[in-house]
Protein backbone atom coordinates (compact mmCIF):
# COMPACT_ATOMS: atom_id res chain seq x y z
CA UNK A 1 0.00 0.00 0.00
CA UNK A 2 0.79 3.90 -0.22
CA UNK A 3 3.11 4.62 2.55
CA UNK A 4 4.72 8.39 3.69
CA UNK A 5 7.90 8.91 4.93
CA UNK A 6 8.07 11.89 6.94
CA UNK A 7 11.45 13.50 8.34
CA UNK A 8 12.47 14.37 10.67
CA UNK A 9 10.93 12.33 13.39
CA UNK A 10 11.72 15.34 15.88
CA UNK A 11 13.84 18.36 15.96
CA UNK A 12 14.35 20.58 18.76
CA UNK A 13 15.60 24.05 18.05
CA UNK A 14 15.25 27.77 19.22
CA UNK A 15 12.96 29.89 19.24
CA UNK A 16 13.91 32.06 16.19
CA UNK A 17 15.18 29.28 14.30
CA UNK A 18 13.59 28.26 10.87
CA UNK A 19 12.35 24.86 10.56
CA UNK A 20 12.12 22.43 7.59
CA UNK A 21 10.41 18.92 7.15
CA UNK A 22 9.24 17.04 4.54
CA UNK A 23 7.20 14.07 3.33
CA UNK A 24 8.51 11.79 0.13
CA UNK A 25 6.35 8.96 -1.07
CA UNK A 26 6.42 6.09 -3.79
CA UNK A 27 3.56 6.58 -4.83
CA UNK A 28 1.67 9.79 -6.89
CA UNK A 29 -0.61 11.94 -4.90
CA UNK A 30 -3.41 14.19 -5.79
CA UNK A 31 -3.25 16.35 -2.85
CA UNK A 32 -0.83 16.94 -0.09
CA UNK A 33 -1.86 18.59 3.12
CA UNK A 34 -0.25 19.56 6.42
CA UNK A 35 -1.58 19.39 10.11
CA UNK A 36 -0.07 20.21 13.25
CA UNK A 37 -1.58 18.76 16.50
CA UNK A 38 -1.29 19.83 19.87
CA UNK A 39 -1.65 17.45 22.88
CA UNK A 40 -4.69 16.35 24.15
CA UNK A 41 -6.07 18.01 20.55
CA UNK A 42 -7.27 17.09 16.97
CA UNK A 43 -5.10 17.35 14.42
CA UNK A 44 -5.74 21.40 12.44
CA UNK A 45 -5.11 21.78 8.69
CA UNK A 46 -2.44 24.22 8.27
CA UNK A 47 -2.05 24.00 4.50
CA UNK A 48 -3.50 22.31 1.81
CA UNK A 49 -1.68 21.36 -1.81
CA UNK A 50 -3.80 20.66 -4.75
CA UNK A 51 -1.37 21.26 -7.46
CA UNK A 52 2.01 20.00 -8.70
CA UNK A 53 4.51 22.76 -8.10
CA UNK A 54 2.06 24.46 -5.96
CA UNK A 55 3.95 27.01 -3.29
CA UNK A 56 1.72 28.00 -0.73
CA UNK A 57 1.92 30.67 2.32
CA UNK A 58 0.31 30.54 5.69
CA UNK A 59 1.62 33.21 7.79
CA UNK A 60 4.99 32.09 8.60
CA UNK A 61 4.44 28.66 6.94
CA UNK A 62 4.94 27.58 3.60
CA UNK A 63 4.45 24.52 1.75
CA UNK A 64 5.20 23.16 -1.60
CA UNK A 65 3.76 20.62 -3.60
CA UNK A 66 6.72 18.48 -5.45
CA UNK A 67 6.91 18.50 -9.36
CA UNK A 68 7.23 14.81 -9.17
CA UNK A 69 3.85 14.77 -6.87
CA UNK A 70 5.59 12.24 -5.01
CA UNK A 71 7.38 14.50 -2.18
CA UNK A 72 6.03 18.28 -0.28
CA UNK A 73 7.96 19.80 2.65
CA UNK A 74 6.78 22.40 5.06
CA UNK A 75 8.94 25.27 6.24
CA UNK A 76 8.25 27.25 9.75
CA UNK A 77 10.32 30.75 9.64
CA UNK A 78 10.95 32.48 12.70
CA UNK A 79 10.21 29.67 15.07
CA UNK A 80 7.87 30.39 18.18
CA UNK A 81 7.29 28.67 21.33
CA UNK A 82 4.08 27.85 20.11
CA UNK A 83 4.78 26.13 17.36
CA UNK A 84 5.41 22.91 19.58
CA UNK A 85 3.95 20.22 18.55
CA UNK A 86 3.65 17.55 16.22
CA UNK A 87 3.44 17.89 12.31
CA UNK A 88 1.91 15.19 9.82
CA UNK A 89 1.69 15.52 6.19
CA UNK A 90 -0.80 13.62 4.64
CA UNK A 91 -1.57 12.53 1.18
CA UNK A 92 -4.59 11.62 -1.12
CA UNK A 93 -5.15 10.37 -4.00
CA UNK A 94 -8.89 9.58 -5.06
CA UNK A 95 -7.84 7.04 -7.61
CA UNK A 96 -7.93 4.39 -4.83
CA UNK A 97 -10.14 4.71 -1.54
CA UNK A 98 -11.98 7.53 -1.59
CA UNK A 99 -11.42 9.68 0.92
CA UNK A 100 -8.39 7.73 2.31
CA UNK A 101 -5.62 10.05 3.62
CA UNK A 102 -2.09 8.73 4.20
CA UNK A 103 -0.28 10.38 6.72
CA UNK A 104 3.28 10.65 7.56
CA UNK A 105 4.58 9.30 11.00
CA UNK A 106 4.93 13.05 12.32
CA UNK A 107 7.75 15.55 12.81
CA UNK A 108 7.76 16.35 16.70
CA UNK A 109 8.82 19.91 17.08
CA UNK A 110 10.09 21.33 20.26
CA UNK A 111 11.18 25.15 20.90
CA UNK A 112 13.74 26.37 23.09
CA UNK A 113 12.75 29.92 24.05
CA UNK B 1 -14.22 24.76 7.55
CA UNK B 2 -16.33 22.50 9.89
CA UNK B 3 -16.81 22.91 13.43
CA UNK B 4 -16.88 19.48 14.47
CA UNK B 5 -17.46 17.86 18.04
CA UNK B 6 -17.08 14.85 19.21
CA UNK B 7 -18.73 12.87 22.80
CA UNK B 8 -16.84 11.61 24.66
CA UNK B 9 -14.02 13.90 25.08
CA UNK B 10 -12.24 10.45 26.58
CA UNK B 11 -13.22 7.55 28.82
CA UNK B 12 -12.03 5.05 31.12
CA UNK B 13 -13.63 1.76 30.45
CA UNK B 14 -13.55 -2.04 31.15
CA UNK B 15 -12.42 -4.65 29.02
CA UNK B 16 -15.30 -6.54 27.42
CA UNK B 17 -17.54 -3.48 27.78
CA UNK B 18 -18.41 -1.46 24.29
CA UNK B 19 -18.68 2.38 23.95
CA UNK B 20 -20.28 4.78 21.87
CA UNK B 21 -18.50 7.68 20.39
CA UNK B 22 -20.29 10.79 18.66
CA UNK B 23 -19.58 13.36 16.24
CA UNK B 24 -21.71 16.11 15.68
CA UNK B 25 -20.61 18.56 12.59
CA UNK B 26 -22.24 22.01 12.37
CA UNK B 27 -23.33 21.93 8.86
CA UNK B 28 -24.23 18.75 6.33
CA UNK B 29 -21.37 17.14 5.00
CA UNK B 30 -21.81 14.59 2.66
CA UNK B 31 -18.48 12.03 3.70
CA UNK B 32 -17.40 10.86 7.17
CA UNK B 33 -14.62 9.73 8.52
CA UNK B 34 -13.31 7.57 11.51
CA UNK B 35 -9.89 7.22 12.39
CA UNK B 36 -7.58 5.88 14.89
CA UNK B 37 -4.58 7.09 16.62
CA UNK B 38 -2.90 4.76 18.66
CA UNK B 39 -0.81 6.09 21.50
CA UNK B 40 2.98 7.89 20.03
CA UNK B 41 1.70 7.28 16.76
CA UNK B 42 0.14 8.43 13.48
CA UNK B 43 -3.64 8.36 12.37
CA UNK B 44 -4.99 5.11 10.59
CA UNK B 45 -8.49 5.45 8.76
CA UNK B 46 -10.87 2.80 10.05
CA UNK B 47 -14.05 3.65 7.75
CA UNK B 48 -15.84 6.00 6.03
CA UNK B 49 -19.44 6.57 6.95
CA UNK B 50 -21.70 8.29 4.25
CA UNK B 51 -25.01 9.08 4.69
CA UNK B 52 -27.72 6.45 3.45
CA UNK B 53 -25.08 3.81 2.73
CA UNK B 54 -23.67 1.06 4.79
CA UNK B 55 -20.27 2.48 6.21
CA UNK B 56 -16.54 0.91 4.00
CA UNK B 57 -14.07 -0.42 6.73
CA UNK B 58 -10.27 -0.20 5.93
CA UNK B 59 -8.04 -3.55 5.83
CA UNK B 60 -7.84 -4.81 9.42
CA UNK B 61 -10.97 -2.87 10.59
CA UNK B 62 -14.31 -4.85 10.80
CA UNK B 63 -17.74 -3.94 10.96
CA UNK B 64 -18.80 -6.24 14.38
CA UNK B 65 -15.56 -4.49 16.00
CA UNK B 66 -16.36 -1.01 15.10
CA UNK B 67 -19.85 -0.62 14.35
CA UNK B 68 -20.93 3.30 12.72
CA UNK B 69 -24.11 4.84 12.50
CA UNK B 70 -24.78 7.93 9.80
CA UNK B 71 -28.01 8.85 10.65
CA UNK B 72 -28.03 12.36 9.08
CA UNK B 73 -25.60 14.89 7.31
CA UNK B 74 -24.20 15.86 10.47
CA UNK B 75 -24.20 13.28 12.82
CA UNK B 76 -22.36 9.79 12.97
CA UNK B 77 -21.34 7.69 15.79
CA UNK B 78 -18.50 4.74 16.14
CA UNK B 79 -18.45 1.80 18.38
CA UNK B 80 -15.40 0.05 19.94
CA UNK B 81 -16.87 -3.43 20.83
CA UNK B 82 -15.86 -5.77 23.43
CA UNK B 83 -12.72 -3.88 24.18
CA UNK B 84 -9.30 -4.31 25.13
CA UNK B 85 -6.44 -2.91 26.58
CA UNK B 86 -5.27 -2.82 22.95
CA UNK B 87 -7.99 -0.66 21.79
CA UNK B 88 -6.34 2.22 23.93
CA UNK B 89 -6.44 5.03 20.85
CA UNK B 90 -7.90 8.28 20.52
CA UNK B 91 -10.68 8.02 18.13
CA UNK B 92 -10.86 10.92 15.97
CA UNK B 93 -13.66 11.45 13.36
CA UNK B 94 -13.52 13.86 10.68
CA UNK B 95 -15.52 15.20 7.56
CA UNK B 96 -14.44 16.17 3.81
CA UNK B 97 -14.75 19.74 3.01
CA UNK B 98 -13.97 20.06 -0.62
CA UNK B 99 -10.75 19.37 -2.38
CA UNK B 100 -10.01 16.12 -0.93
CA UNK B 101 -9.57 18.42 2.50
CA UNK B 102 -10.40 16.79 5.91
CA UNK B 103 -10.94 18.53 8.96
CA UNK B 104 -10.73 17.05 12.13
CA UNK B 105 -13.28 16.31 15.79
CA UNK B 106 -10.66 17.29 18.89
CA UNK B 107 -10.94 13.30 19.16
CA UNK B 108 -11.91 10.97 22.02
CA UNK B 109 -9.11 9.20 24.28
CA UNK B 110 -9.92 6.28 24.79
CA UNK B 111 -8.13 4.03 28.15
CA UNK B 112 -9.13 0.23 28.73
CA UNK B 113 -8.28 -1.49 31.34
Known amino acids: GQQLNQSPQSMFIQEGEDVSMNCTSS?????WLWYKQDPGEGPVLLIA?????ELTSNGRLTAQFGITRKDSFLNISASIPSDVGIYFC?????????????FGKGTKLSVKP | SAVISQKPSRDICQRGTSLTIQCQVD?????MFWYRQQPGQSLTLIAT?????????ESGFVIDKFPISRPNLTFSTLTVSNMSPEDSSIYLC??????????FGPGTRLLVL
Open chain 2, 94 to 103: SVEAGGETQY
Open chain 1, 27 to 31: SIFNT
Open chain 1, 49 to 53: LYKAG
Open chain 1, 90 to 102: AGSNYGGSQGNLI
Open chain 2, 27 to 31: SQVTM
Open chain 2, 49 to 57: ANQGSEATY
